[in-house]
């Protein structure tokens, strides 16, 4: 009932969202010989309740000499392989950010469903044409033109960024000073060992003090044919929800 006037038009409901198309789904259309990982990749994204979150994911790869064995061999092609997967349910365009460095630090494209095959052997050259300088590795230096170009985009879009290093890390404390700056920022960085030895402060930064938040977790693998990808799914989303909550609690996100 009412009393005088007219009666307001009630408002109409907001549009129902449009249903998620799956991970194996958008797999499937451009790259249907990775819908294996796409499978296992969606169990550890389910298991992590990370199945509708937005995310920009980066990859650093360590191009240093002594990680010749893993380039030649084709273990670095691997990374990407299983990394584009995640990169395709994170970010709306399905891009995967890529960086090398040797004793400098190249940005190279974006990796996605339609240039991941090959993509180390044939990206800018391929991986022994590009421009590093000497094949010594320098972290801070990637770490820097990283942290700068997520700073410029100036939204608050998490990222993710896997950072491949075969050792011999020795910077430890201007890659303190770095990790602890950029806790402030809304980027987490997973590290990981690959069949290296000498991870230097990587190893300790899960545990380092004085951030925001902890914004950094590292893992080891002697070979990455050798975990189940279901096990380095899981690894790789380990710490991530953690980070998330963290950074919204401090206003990072």
């Known amino acids: 009932m009412h009393f005088g006037g007219e009666v307001a038009d009630a408002p109409a409901p907001a549009p129902a969202a449009p249903p998620r198309?799956?991970?194996?789904?958008?797999?499937?259309?451009?790259?249907?010989?990775?819908?294996?990982?796409?499978?296992?990749?969606?169990?550890?994204?389910?298991?992590?309740?990370?199945?509708?979150?937005?995310?920009?994911?980066?990859l650093v790869l360590d191009a240093s000499g002594s990680m010749n064995p893993q380039y030649t061999r084709g273990h670095v092609q691997e990374v990407v392989d299983r990394l584009i997967p995640l990169a395709v349910h994170f970010d709306d365009d399905g891009a995967l950010d890529c960086w090398a460095f040797g004793a400098k630090p190249q940005q190279l494209n974006a990796v996605t469903l339609s240039n991941f095959q090959n993509f180390i052997r044939t990206d800018h050259g391929g991986w022994k044409d590009w421009e590093l300088g000497a094949r010594i590795n320098d972290e801070p230096k990637a770490m820097r033109m990283v942290i700068d170009y997520y700073k410029k985009s100036g939204d608050k879009t998490p990222v993710y960024i896997l950072f491949i290093s075969d050792g011999g890390v020795h910077q430890d404390r201007e890659i303190t000073r770095l990790m602890t700056e950029a806790a402030k920022l809304p980027i987490f960085w997973q590290f990981v060992g690959l069949g290296g030895?000498?991870?230097?402060?990587?190893?300790?930064?899960?545990?380092?003090?004085?951030?925001?938040v902890d914004n950094c977790n590292f893992f080891a693998l002697d070979r990455l044919d050798e975990i189940p990808e279901?096990?380095?799914?899981?690894?790789?989303?380990?710490?991530?929800?953690?980070?998330?909550?963290?950074?919204?609690?401090?206003?990072?996100?």
């Open 21 to 58: 198309i799956s991970l194996e789904k958008k797999i499937a259309d451009a790259a249907p010989q990775l819908i294996s990982l796409a499978k296992k990749a969606q169990v550890s994204l389910e298991k992590a309740r990370l199945t509708d979150t937005k995310a920009r994911v980066g």
């Open 197 to 212: 030895r000498g991870y230097g402060i990587l190893e300790k930064l899960d545990d380092l003090g004085g951030r925001v």
């Open 230 to 253: 279901e096990k380095l799914y899981d690894l790789l989303m380990e710490e991530f929800p953690d980070w998330l909550k963290a950074a919204k609690g401090a206003g990072i996100l």
